[in-house]
């Protein structure tokens, strides 16, 4: 097949449907271009290596890729992040219709809307068929994040949003919540698929041996590890309540990897309370990340108490199924509900110290050949059911299917 992948962020932006996932469809047989944007995220400042220009083509690991013109911009201005969105959804039509070639389905990526918007006008022209990947539920995730809270604004972006979805010709959602709440706003349940995202599965297996300092940390100790941004969404005074509570048990351990909004707070606690069975190790590479996750005995998952977190699945559930190693998702809905079918860890409540302490217990307690099954369980799921390979067939079938009805 020819797809059209149409995506506002690209390698080496970070992106969930990257350069990877190019590159599995072209491995799977697929002729694959990409048409995207000068890179500038997350940061909002054109990365180096690169300038801003009307359009650069280049190839990278033998995927074509067009980049075009946008305003760089992602600070906390809602007017100057709405015209990084809007230019390029301006350059995208005028590119995707004049100068792509004729493919058999685009692939667009969405957030932001403007993408779909821009893949509907290519559409029209080219008479391209749309797969619609929806990685954040507009307008709900902009009023969570405070980012957006005119509620004028906001229900003009869901009926734009209605728009786009009667538009397009089928759409992927990352969890089944995304689904539901898409068919109670009266989109077709037949024209929604679910497709699990994968992880960074190169970065993971490109695992190198973490420093020597914090495998003298970690030696001998049941490690917790939580890994990943440490802001408010992540509610991790709770896990620091945690344990304080388990700080008898000489050999557990929490370990946090990463940083974020919190991480001063959070490490000022350990001072002002004396709580000693946890340490801090700094945001690395997914490749450094994946030597402390080798050596963990339980990965923690712990999101604060919200309805829009019980119809996701957090990103680093399935890099810690990956890696084969006990779960311990404090995240209520879709999320907990994987880790039930995968027989991979428990379930405990979000912010219940009790409930999560429980967790803890329940895996701790457990033999080591045990302990190993559940990691085995975990690793076996994400191949069977996440990983990059099943998730790209997934992909391939949706555009065969689509294609062939046009």
Not at 223 to 241: E, H, P, R, T, W
Not at 361 to 371: D, G, N, T, V
Not at 379 to 391: I, K, P, T, V
């Amino acid at each position: 097949m020819k797809i059209l992948l149409l995506t506002q962020w690209f390698d080496p932006e970070p992106t969930f449907k990257g350069l990877a996932f190019a590159k599995e469809l072209k491995r799977q047989g697929h002729e694959v271009q990409v048409l995207t944007g000068f890179p500038n995220y997350p940061g909002g400042k054109i990365y180096d290596g690169y300038k801003l220009k009307l359009y650069q083509r280049e190839e990278i690991d033998g995927i074509s890729i067009l980049r075009v013109a946008l305003y760089p911009n992602h600070d906390s201005s809602a007017l100057k992040r709405i015209f990084n969105y809007i230019s390029f959804a301006f350059m995208a039509i005028l590119f995707g219709i004049f100068a792509t070639r004729k493919a058999d389905v685009i692939y667009a990526y969405h957030p932001p809307l403007t993408v779909g918007i821009a893949a509907i006008f290519i559409k029209l022209f080219r008479r391209t068929p749309i797969i619609y990947d929806i990685q954040d539920m507009w307008p709900d995730t902009l009023k969570a994040t405070g980012m957006l809270n005119n509620n004028k604004i906001l229900n003009l972006i869901g009926s734009v949003c209605n728009l786009v979805y009667r538009f397009v010709d089928h759409i992927v959602v990352l969890c089944p919540g995304f689904k539901q709440l898409l068919i109670e706003r009266d989109v077709p349940k037949e024209k929604i698929s679910v497709i699990y995202n994968w992880c960074d599965e190169h970065g993971l297996t490109q695992a190198k041996s973490t420093k020597l300092e914090y495998q003298q940390l970690m030696h001998n100790k049941f490690n917790i590890v939580f890994a990943g941004n440490m802001g408010k969404a992540q509610a991790l005074d709770s896990i620091l309540d945690v344990a304080k509570e388990v700080q008898d048990i000489q050999d557990i351990q929490f370990v946090f990897v990463g940083s974020g909004t919190e991480t001063e707070h959070l490490k000022q606690r350990l001072i002002n309370e004396n709580i000693s069975n946890t340490i801090f190790i700094p945001r690395m590479p997914m490749a450094e990340v994946g030597g402390v996750l080798e050596l963990s005995s339980l990965l923690l998952v712990h999101l604060k108490k919200d309805p829009l977190f019980e119809i996701t699945v957090p990103s680093k559930t399935q890099a810690y199924m990956a890696m084969g190693k006990p779960v311990l998702m404090a995240v209520a809905g879709d999320a907990a509900d994987l880790v039930r079918r995968a027989e991979c860890g428990c379930v405990a409540i979000s912010e219940d110290v009790e409930s999560i302490q429980q967790a803890i217990f329940k895996i701790y307690h457990l033999s080591a050949s045990e302990q190993l099954q559940i990691g085995l369980n975990a690793h076996n799921f994400y191949l069977q059911e996440l990983s990059l390979e099943r998730g790209v067939l997934n992909f391939v079938t949706i555009f065969e299917k689509v294609s062939r009805k046009v």
